[in-house]
């Protein structure tokens, strides 16, 4: 039997399980929330509201366990209870994955694209623009619950957030990451703690670029959308000098070669005069007519923007992010970026 035809028979009953255990899952994510409506329906309609809720949801769960086993404590019920409350009148920026305009609505127009497991989990972000930013990047993306929970402690909106041209900053509540130009891709800093080398005395850039390739899964979701691996120390030639390129990958969406270059010491303008000079090349001999100019980014643990700012010209397309091998104090991202909103608004949010 034809090896590449059983894979395809393989294919077909894999996705179809897969498309069968989504749909049951969403299924009980529309339960849930219906459930939730008519535990708030049916509290409201008591005398002593605080009492009476509390014998509905005993009562209820009670019977549901009897009925249908684990799944229905109250405890849980409760969980139901606050989602409904918490997404009745929630709206996303639903127009940027038109793809599932299929799955029902209820009856606020609200459609639900994710697990419980990740609604339980955006349930506890408190601030509403976070949460709507993290469910439409784990739609669009197919995160994963462990994925999106990485993300999220990662402070990826915060991170972005700091990173972002001003006058866009708010559309990630809207329609979450958008990739149109070099600016966009770029985070700082990158938090790179599933390489595990935080408790390392010391390394060189060599044991940070190999923990990179064997993480490279990992890396690639931390950099985000479109990316594609080329390969590592990539060697060009010119006017008979060899040179490195640390790591080349190419971004799909915007149709360019992406160059980092790893330091593990203080940036110097040195170091960007070196990254120019990749990316000069890259334009000049690898890229052809009809794709975007290069990007080139230097991952360093230390910078000073000055000097960055100094030596790079107006306009340039190379970028200089810090890099962390711990994940991020959240609280501190969360008041620097409360700073940084300040300074931009005038003190005021728009």
């Given at each position: 039997?034809?090896?590449?035809?059983?894979?395809?028979?393989?294919?077909?009953?894999?996705?179809?399980?897969?498309?069968?255990?989504?749909?049951?899952?969403?299924?009980?994510?529309?339960?849930?929330?219906?459930?939730?409506?008519?535990?708030?329906?049916?509290?409201?309609?008591?005398?002593?509201?605080?009492?009476?809720?509390?014998?509905?949801?005993?009562?209820?769960?009670?019977c549901?366990?009897?009925?249908?086993?684990?799944?229905?404590?109250?405890?849980?019920?409760?969980?139901?209870?606050?989602?409904?409350?918490?997404?009745?009148?929630?709206?996303?920026?639903?127009?940027?994955?038109?793809?599932?305009?299929?799955?029902?609505?209820?009856?606020?127009?609200?459609?639900?694209?994710?697990?419980?497991?990740?609604?339980?989990?955006?349930?506890?972000?408190?601030?509403v623009?976070?949460?709507h930013?993290?469910?439409?990047?784990?739609?669009?993306?197919?995160?994963?619950?462990?994925?999106?929970?990485?993300?999220?402690?990662?402070?990826?909106?915060?991170?972005?957030?700091?990173?972002?041209?001003?006058?866009?900053?708010?559309?990630?509540?809207?329609?979450?990451?958008?990739?149109?130009?070099?600016?966009?891709?770029?985070?700082?800093?990158?938090?790179?703690?599933?390489?595990?080398?935080?408790?390392?005395?010391?390394?060189?850039?060599?044991?940070?670029?190999?923990?990179?390739?064997?993480?490279?899964?990992?890396?690639?979701?931390?950099?985000?959308k479109?990316?594609?691996?080329?390969g590592?120390?990539?060697?060009?030639?010119?006017?008979e000098?060899?040179?490195?390129?640390?790591?080349?990958f190419?971004?799909?969406?915007?149709?360019?070669?992406?160059?980092?270059?790893?330091?593990?010491?203080?940036?110097?303008?040195?170091?960007?005069?070196?990254?120019?000079?990749?990316?000069?090349y890259?334009?000049?001999?690898?890229?052809?007519?009809?794709?975007?100019?290069?990007?080139?980014?230097?991952?360093?643990?230390?910078k000073?923007?000055?000097?960055?700012?100094?030596?790079?010209?107006?306009?340039?397309?190379?970028?200089?992010?810090?890099?962390?091998?711990?994940?991020?104090?959240?609280?501190?991202?969360?008041?620097?970026?409360?700073?940084?909103?300040?300074?931009?608004?005038?003190?005021?949010?728009?």
């Amino acid at each position: 039997m034809n090896d590449e035809f059983l894979k395809s028979i393989v294919d077909i009953l894999e996705n179809a399980r897969k498309n069968a255990k989504t749909a049951v899952n969403l299924s009980m994510v529309y339960a849930y929330f219906e459930i939730g409506q008519k535990i708030i329906e049916e509290e409201q309609s008591g005398k002593d509201r605080a009492a009476y809720g509390r014998q509905v949801l005993q009562s209820l769960a009670k019977c549901l366990t009897e009925k249908f086993g684990k799944g229905f404590s109250m405890d849980n019920l409760k969980l139901m209870r606050r989602f409904y409350t918490m997404y009745a009148n929630d709206q996303i920026g639903e127009t940027v994955f038109p793809q599932f305009q299929n799955l029902p609505a209820t009856k606020t127009g609200r459609r639900f694209y994710l697990s419980w497991s990740h609604y339980l989990k955006l349930m506890r972000i408190d601030n509403v623009d976070e949460r709507h930013f993290y469910e439409i990047e784990a739609i669009k993306n197919d995160w994963s619950l462990s994925e999106l929970k990485r993300q999220f402690n990662s402070s990826l909106y915060e991170r972005l957030m700091l990173s972002t041209n001003k006058n866009k900053v708010y559309d990630l509540a809207l329609k979450g990451q958008i990739i149109s130009k070099a600016e966009d891709i770029v985070k700082d800093p990158y938090i790179l703690e599933f390489l595990g080398m935080q408790e390392l005395p010391e390394y060189s850039e060599n044991e940070l670029e190999s923990r990179i390739i064997d993480h490279l899964q990992q890396f690639l979701l931390e950099l985000g959308k479109g990316f594609a691996y080329i390969g590592r120390q990539v060697r060009f030639t010119f006017d008979e000098e060899h040179f490195r390129v640390d790591l080349v990958f190419y971004n799909r969406l915007l149709h360019c070669f992406v160059l980092f270059d790893l330091k593990i010491g203080k940036l110097t303008h040195q170091d960007l005069g070196q990254m120019q000079m990749y990316v000069n090349y890259y334009d000049r001999y690898e890229k052809t007519a009809d794709e975007n100019p290069t990007i080139g980014i230097l991952l360093c643990n230390e910078k000073n923007d000055a000097v960055v700012e100094l030596t790079l010209p107006e306009n340039s397309n190379i970028y200089a992010s810090q890099y962390k091998l711990y994940l991020p104090d959240k609280k501190e991202l969360q008041q620097k970026l409360k700073e940084w909103i300040s300074e931009e608004t005038g003190g005021t949010k728009t």
